[in-house]
Nanobody, 122 residues
Framework: QLVESGGGLVQPGGSLRLSCAAS????????IGWFRQVPGKEREGVSC????????HYVDSVKGRFTISRDNAKNTVYLQMNSLKPEDTGVYYC?????????????????WGQGLQVTVSS
């Protein structure tokens, strides 16, 4: 089971840190992705982190503003989101792969969290 936390309402320019905690299995050897979905659009990959050398990837729209990290001791992955913009609004999901690498493709992932709302608005 994956459980996300840390979402909510924030003003433009603000920050949030999302957490994705796993229970019942370890994240140690799994690639982890964060996805975002807005009404009427497909779920898109925002960022991911590999278990191999903790390599990271970001969609262009969040580069320089978002940082993904993992704490294997806590079995948790984080997404630090800074300088938030209204277009960052959406439901954010974390996902765990059966592979050590990561990808922005949804089909790469085996387990999904329930999603949480992030709203950036003044």
């Amino acid at each position: 089971q994956l459980v996300e936390s840390g979402g909510g309402l924030v003003q433009p320019g603000g920050s949030l840190r999302l957490s994705c905690a796993a229970s019942g299995f370890t994240l140690d050897y799994r690639g982890i992705g964060w996805f975002r979905q807005v009404p009427g659009k497909e779920r898109e990959g925002v960022s991911c982190i590999s278990s191999i050398n903790t390599g990271t990837h970001y969609v262009d729209s969040v580069k320089g503003r978002f940082t993904i990290s993992r704490d294997n001791a806590k079995n948790t992955v984080y997404l630090q989101m800074n300088s938030l913009k209204p277009e960052d609004t959406g439901v954010y999901y974390c996902a765990a792969s059966g592979y050590q690498g990561c990808s922005g493709r949804r089909e790469w992932y085996e387990f999904w969290g329930q999603g949480l709302q992030v709203t950036v608005s003044s």
